[in-house]
Protein backbone atom coordinates (compact mmCIF):
# COMPACT_ATOMS: atom_id res chain seq x y z
CA UNK A 1 0.00 0.00 0.00
CA UNK A 2 1.15 3.77 -0.66
CA UNK A 3 2.09 5.54 1.92
CA UNK A 4 0.32 8.83 1.65
CA UNK A 5 3.45 11.19 0.15
CA UNK A 6 3.06 8.18 -2.44
CA UNK A 7 0.02 8.97 -3.92
CA UNK A 8 0.01 11.99 -6.40
CA UNK A 9 -1.12 14.86 -5.11
CA UNK A 10 -4.49 16.50 -6.48
CA UNK A 11 -5.44 20.22 -6.50
CA UNK A 12 -8.36 20.85 -4.44
CA UNK A 13 -10.48 24.07 -5.31
CA UNK A 14 -9.20 25.82 -2.17
CA UNK A 15 -5.19 24.94 -2.99
CA UNK A 16 -2.74 26.61 -4.93
CA UNK A 17 -0.46 24.40 -6.33
CA UNK A 18 2.84 26.12 -6.83
CA UNK A 19 4.88 25.88 -9.81
CA UNK A 20 8.16 28.25 -9.08
CA UNK A 21 8.88 28.41 -12.99
CA UNK A 22 5.33 29.98 -13.30
CA UNK A 23 4.21 33.63 -12.42
CA UNK A 24 1.86 33.69 -9.97
CA UNK A 25 -1.73 35.43 -11.03
CA UNK A 26 -2.12 38.75 -9.42
CA UNK A 27 -5.07 37.15 -7.65
CA UNK A 28 -3.33 35.16 -5.67
CA UNK A 29 -0.51 37.41 -4.63
CA UNK A 30 -0.55 39.72 -1.34
CA UNK A 31 -1.82 37.47 1.15
CA UNK A 32 -0.75 36.71 4.83
CA UNK A 33 0.98 33.29 4.88
CA UNK A 34 1.27 31.27 7.46
CA UNK A 35 3.68 28.77 7.21
CA UNK A 36 4.12 25.15 7.92
CA UNK A 37 4.04 21.75 7.62
CA UNK A 38 0.80 21.66 9.11
CA UNK A 39 0.33 17.80 9.44
CA UNK A 40 -3.06 17.31 11.64
CA UNK A 41 -4.10 20.73 12.30
CA UNK A 42 -4.02 20.67 15.51
CA UNK A 43 -4.71 23.15 18.16
CA UNK A 44 -1.38 24.70 18.12
CA UNK A 45 -2.37 25.32 13.51
CA UNK A 46 -5.28 26.87 14.93
CA UNK A 47 -3.51 29.51 16.93
CA UNK A 48 -1.68 29.85 13.94
CA UNK A 49 -4.11 30.68 11.45
CA UNK A 50 -6.34 32.69 14.33
CA UNK A 51 -2.86 35.11 14.18
CA UNK A 52 -2.40 35.19 10.74
CA UNK A 53 -6.36 35.75 10.35
CA UNK A 54 -5.85 38.63 12.59
CA UNK A 55 -3.14 40.24 10.65
CA UNK A 56 -4.73 39.83 7.74
CA UNK A 57 -7.83 41.61 8.97
CA UNK A 58 -5.84 44.64 10.36
CA UNK A 59 -3.71 44.76 6.64
CA UNK A 60 -7.11 44.49 4.41
CA UNK A 61 -6.41 41.22 3.05
CA UNK A 62 -6.59 37.47 3.13
CA UNK A 63 -5.02 34.57 4.81
CA UNK A 64 -3.31 31.63 3.23
CA UNK A 65 -1.39 28.78 4.69
CA UNK A 66 1.82 27.54 2.87
CA UNK A 67 2.53 24.40 3.36
CA UNK A 68 4.66 21.36 1.35
CA UNK A 69 4.23 17.90 0.20
CA UNK A 70 5.46 15.54 0.47
CA UNK A 71 6.16 16.25 3.98
CA UNK A 72 10.36 16.94 3.89
CA UNK A 73 10.94 13.85 6.22
CA UNK A 74 9.63 11.18 4.10
CA UNK A 75 11.68 12.93 1.04
CA UNK A 76 14.69 13.05 2.93
CA UNK A 77 14.17 9.53 4.45
CA UNK A 78 12.10 7.70 2.32
CA UNK A 79 12.93 4.55 4.16
CA UNK A 80 11.67 5.89 7.45
CA UNK A 81 8.07 7.28 6.39
CA UNK A 82 6.17 9.90 8.43
CA UNK A 83 3.18 8.58 10.50
CA UNK A 84 1.08 11.94 8.71
CA UNK A 85 -1.77 12.35 10.83
CA UNK A 86 -3.66 13.93 7.57
CA UNK A 87 -3.00 13.14 3.84
CA UNK A 88 -3.01 16.06 1.61
CA UNK A 89 -6.59 16.81 0.36
CA UNK A 90 -7.73 16.20 4.02
CA UNK A 91 -4.99 18.69 5.15
CA UNK A 92 -6.38 21.15 2.72
CA UNK A 93 -9.99 20.92 3.84
CA UNK A 94 -9.22 21.29 7.76
CA UNK A 95 -6.97 24.45 6.95
CA UNK A 96 -9.93 26.36 5.21
CA UNK A 97 -12.02 24.74 8.07
CA UNK A 98 -9.33 26.44 10.32
CA UNK A 99 -10.46 29.85 8.75
CA UNK A 100 -8.06 29.77 5.88
CA UNK A 101 -9.16 31.35 2.43
CA UNK A 102 -6.31 29.55 0.47
CA UNK A 103 -3.83 27.00 0.76
CA UNK A 104 -0.64 27.90 -0.91
CA UNK A 105 1.02 24.12 -1.92
CA UNK A 106 4.45 23.49 -2.64
CA UNK A 107 5.40 20.51 -4.00
CA UNK A 108 9.27 19.30 -2.04
CA UNK A 109 11.74 18.25 -3.91
CA UNK A 110 15.23 18.40 -4.50
CA UNK A 111 15.36 21.73 -6.16
CA UNK A 112 13.21 23.25 -3.22
CA UNK A 113 15.69 21.39 -0.46
CA UNK A 114 18.37 23.57 -2.27
CA UNK A 115 16.58 26.90 -1.82
CA UNK A 116 18.89 28.92 0.60
CA UNK A 117 16.87 30.12 3.89
CA UNK A 118 17.26 33.78 2.97
CA UNK A 119 16.20 33.21 -1.09
CA UNK A 120 13.59 31.35 0.04
CA UNK A 121 11.83 34.29 1.93
CA UNK A 122 13.00 37.26 -0.42
CA UNK A 123 12.60 35.40 -3.89
CA UNK A 124 9.26 33.20 -3.21
CA UNK A 125 7.47 34.55 -0.13
CA UNK A 126 8.03 38.46 -0.60
CA UNK A 127 8.74 38.63 -4.33
CA UNK A 128 6.64 35.87 -5.98
CA UNK A 129 3.68 35.78 -3.25
CA UNK A 130 3.90 39.41 -2.41
CA UNK A 131 3.46 38.70 0.77
CA UNK A 132 1.54 40.87 2.97
CA UNK A 133 2.80 39.12 6.24
CA UNK A 134 4.14 35.95 7.68
CA UNK A 135 2.88 33.79 10.52
CA UNK A 136 5.41 31.06 12.08
CA UNK A 137 5.37 28.70 14.85
CA UNK A 138 8.52 29.24 17.38
CA UNK A 139 10.17 25.87 16.22
CA UNK A 140 9.86 26.85 12.17
CA UNK A 141 12.72 25.69 10.12
CA UNK A 142 13.39 25.82 6.75
CA UNK A 143 15.76 25.99 3.48
CA UNK A 144 18.76 24.50 2.29
CA UNK A 145 19.81 22.45 5.81
CA UNK A 146 16.97 23.73 7.50
CA UNK A 147 19.18 26.78 8.54
CA UNK A 148 16.47 29.17 8.24
CA UNK A 149 15.07 30.33 11.46
CA UNK A 150 12.16 32.23 13.57
CA UNK A 151 14.66 34.91 13.59
CA UNK A 152 15.92 34.84 9.95
CA UNK A 153 12.21 35.30 8.83
CA UNK A 154 11.92 38.29 11.35
CA UNK A 155 15.23 39.87 10.14
CA UNK A 156 13.90 39.71 6.08
CA UNK A 157 10.94 40.61 6.84
CA UNK A 158 12.27 43.82 8.68
CA UNK A 159 13.94 44.60 5.26
CA UNK A 160 11.52 43.99 2.86
CA UNK A 161 8.90 46.35 5.46
CA UNK A 162 6.88 42.98 5.51
CA UNK A 163 5.61 42.36 8.99
CA UNK A 164 6.29 38.85 10.62
CA UNK A 165 4.88 37.28 13.92
CA UNK A 166 6.27 34.19 15.73
CA UNK A 167 3.32 32.74 17.32
CA UNK A 168 4.69 30.80 20.84
CA UNK A 169 4.01 27.38 21.27
CA UNK A 170 0.79 26.33 22.29
CA UNK A 171 -0.34 24.90 25.52
CA UNK A 172 -2.58 22.41 26.09
CA UNK A 173 -3.97 21.08 29.43
CA UNK A 174 -0.31 22.14 30.64
CA UNK A 175 1.45 20.72 27.52
CA UNK A 176 2.81 22.05 24.18
CA UNK A 177 0.96 21.06 21.32
CA UNK A 178 2.47 19.43 18.51
CA UNK A 179 2.19 16.64 15.75
CA UNK A 180 5.06 14.22 17.65
CA UNK A 181 2.67 14.66 20.64
CA UNK A 182 -0.46 13.58 18.88
CA UNK A 183 1.43 10.66 17.16
CA UNK A 184 2.77 9.03 20.21
CA UNK A 185 -0.62 9.50 21.61
CA UNK A 186 -2.26 7.21 18.54
CA UNK A 187 0.86 4.92 18.53
CA UNK A 188 -0.06 4.32 22.40
CA UNK A 189 -4.04 3.34 20.97
CA UNK A 190 -5.19 6.74 23.17
CA UNK A 191 -6.94 8.28 20.63
CA UNK A 192 -9.28 9.93 23.54
CA UNK A 193 -6.00 12.30 24.13
CA UNK A 194 -4.98 12.66 20.39
CA UNK A 195 -8.53 14.25 19.68
CA UNK A 196 -8.39 16.53 22.69
CA UNK A 197 -4.91 18.07 21.14
CA UNK A 198 -6.36 17.79 17.84
CA UNK A 199 -9.59 19.58 18.99
CA UNK A 200 -11.47 16.83 17.16
CA UNK A 201 -11.35 13.15 16.63
CA UNK A 202 -8.90 11.85 14.77
CA UNK A 203 -10.06 10.20 11.59
CA UNK A 204 -9.29 8.64 8.31
CA UNK A 205 -10.29 8.93 5.05
CA UNK A 206 -10.84 6.45 2.00
CA UNK A 207 -12.56 3.85 -0.15
CA UNK A 208 -14.18 0.70 1.16
CA UNK A 209 -12.50 -2.12 0.05
CA UNK A 210 -13.14 -6.25 -0.65
CA UNK A 211 -12.37 -8.74 2.68
CA UNK A 212 -12.21 -11.91 2.62
CA UNK A 213 -15.99 -12.00 3.85
CA UNK A 214 -15.25 -13.57 7.10
CA UNK A 215 -17.04 -11.16 9.00
CA UNK A 216 -20.57 -12.04 7.78
CA UNK A 217 -20.27 -15.93 9.07
CA UNK A 218 -19.34 -14.71 12.08
CA UNK A 219 -22.23 -12.07 12.20
CA UNK A 220 -20.32 -8.97 11.92
CA UNK A 221 -20.28 -7.45 8.12
CA UNK A 222 -17.24 -5.27 8.05
CA UNK A 223 -16.12 -2.93 6.24
CA UNK A 224 -12.67 -3.02 5.06
CA UNK A 225 -9.83 -0.29 4.26
CA UNK A 226 -6.02 0.08 4.21
CA UNK A 227 -4.58 2.44 5.71
CA UNK A 228 -1.13 3.95 4.47
CA UNK A 229 1.93 2.11 5.44
CA UNK A 230 3.08 4.47 7.57
CA UNK A 231 -0.36 4.37 9.44
CA UNK A 232 1.57 4.10 12.99
CA UNK A 233 -1.88 3.22 15.37
CA UNK A 234 -1.67 0.34 17.57
CA UNK A 235 -2.91 -2.41 17.01
CA UNK A 236 -6.13 -3.29 18.50
CA UNK A 237 -10.26 -2.51 18.92
CA UNK A 238 -11.78 0.67 19.29
CA UNK A 239 -15.13 2.40 19.34
CA UNK A 240 -15.64 4.82 16.20
CA UNK A 241 -18.06 6.35 14.11
CA UNK A 242 -18.03 5.99 9.99
CA UNK A 243 -19.53 8.96 7.92
CA UNK A 244 -21.59 7.57 4.67
CA UNK A 245 -22.53 10.18 2.73
CA UNK A 246 -22.51 12.76 4.92
CA UNK A 247 -23.82 10.96 7.68
CA UNK A 248 -22.47 9.51 10.75
CA UNK A 249 -22.78 6.06 11.99
CA UNK A 250 -21.66 4.42 15.34
CA UNK A 251 -19.60 1.13 15.25
CA UNK A 252 -16.60 -0.65 16.67
CA UNK A 253 -13.50 -1.16 14.31
CA UNK A 254 -10.44 -3.89 14.68
CA UNK A 255 -6.93 -2.34 13.16
CA UNK A 256 -4.25 -5.02 12.63
CA UNK A 257 -2.78 -8.42 11.25
CA UNK A 258 -6.18 -10.60 12.08
CA UNK A 259 -4.00 -13.13 14.32
CA UNK A 260 -6.72 -15.45 14.67
CA UNK A 261 -6.77 -16.23 11.05
CA UNK A 262 -3.85 -15.16 8.86
CA UNK A 263 -1.62 -12.26 10.66
CA UNK A 264 -1.64 -10.52 7.54
CA UNK A 265 -1.08 -7.19 6.00
CA UNK A 266 -2.89 -4.64 8.67
CA UNK A 267 -6.28 -3.68 7.76
CA UNK A 268 -9.28 -1.23 8.77
CA UNK A 269 -12.64 -3.29 9.52
CA UNK A 270 -15.87 -1.32 10.70
CA UNK A 271 -18.44 -3.27 12.59
CA UNK A 272 -21.27 -0.53 11.27
CA UNK A 273 -24.22 -0.74 14.04
CA UNK A 274 -27.82 -1.20 12.87
CA UNK A 275 -26.50 -0.19 9.20
CA UNK A 276 -27.51 -2.27 6.29
CA UNK A 277 -26.26 -1.23 2.38
CA UNK A 278 -23.49 -1.87 -0.10
CA UNK A 279 -20.35 0.15 1.07
CA UNK A 280 -17.79 -1.49 -1.52
CA UNK A 281 -16.05 1.40 -3.14
CA UNK A 282 -17.56 3.85 -1.32
CA UNK A 283 -15.25 6.64 0.46
CA UNK A 284 -15.72 7.11 3.75
CA UNK A 285 -14.34 8.60 7.43
CA UNK A 286 -13.49 6.74 10.53
CA UNK A 287 -13.50 8.73 13.49
CA UNK A 288 -11.67 6.90 16.45
CA UNK A 289 -13.67 7.14 19.32
CA UNK A 290 -12.12 5.33 21.79
CA UNK A 291 -10.01 2.18 22.55
CA UNK A 292 -11.02 -1.15 24.00
CA UNK A 293 -8.53 -3.86 23.86
CA UNK A 294 -5.40 -4.88 22.18
CA UNK A 295 -5.49 -7.29 19.43
CA UNK A 296 -5.99 -11.14 20.84
CA UNK A 297 -5.67 -14.52 18.79
CA UNK A 298 -8.13 -16.83 19.75
CA UNK A 299 -8.10 -21.04 19.83
CA UNK A 300 -11.85 -20.92 18.29
CA UNK A 301 -14.75 -19.29 16.95
CA UNK A 302 -16.83 -19.51 19.66
CA UNK A 303 -14.85 -17.12 22.04
CA UNK A 304 -13.60 -14.63 19.45
CA UNK A 305 -17.38 -14.46 18.71
CA UNK A 306 -18.32 -13.94 22.54
CA UNK A 307 -15.21 -10.65 22.52
CA UNK A 308 -16.64 -9.78 19.91
CA UNK A 309 -19.94 -9.21 21.05
CA UNK A 310 -18.69 -7.87 24.69
CA UNK A 311 -16.59 -5.00 22.47
CA UNK A 312 -20.09 -4.49 20.91
CA UNK A 313 -21.91 -3.57 24.19
CA UNK A 314 -18.83 -1.32 25.23
CA UNK A 315 -18.90 0.44 22.18
CA UNK A 316 -22.15 1.08 21.99
CA UNK A 317 -21.93 2.65 25.28
CA UNK A 318 -19.35 4.65 25.37
CA UNK A 319 -20.90 6.09 21.39
CA UNK A 320 -24.12 6.76 23.48
CA UNK A 321 -22.23 8.79 26.01
CA UNK A 322 -20.47 10.57 23.07
CA UNK A 323 -21.58 14.16 22.20
CA UNK A 324 -22.71 13.63 18.37
CA UNK A 325 -20.02 14.99 15.99
Known amino acids: MPSQADVPLREEPAAVVLDLAKPIPDALRGAVLALGNFDG ?15 ARERGTLAAAFTFEPHPRSFFRPEEPVFRLTPPALKIELLVAAGFARVFVLPFDRDVAAIEAGHFVDDLLVSKLGAAGLVCGYDFHF ?37 SLIRGALQEGDVARAADFLGRPWLVRGPVAHGDKRGRDLGYPTANMHLPRDCGLR ?9 IDGIWHDGVASFGSRPTFD ?38 LPPLIAQMDADSVRARDILAKTPPF
Do not use: N
Open 235 to 243: YGIYAVRMR
Open 263 to 300: DGAPRLETFVFDFSGDLYGKRVDVAFVSWLRGELKFDA
Open 41 to 55: VHRGHAELARVAVAM
Open 143 to 179: GKGRTGSPELLQAHGLAAHVPVSVVPPFSWRGEAVSS
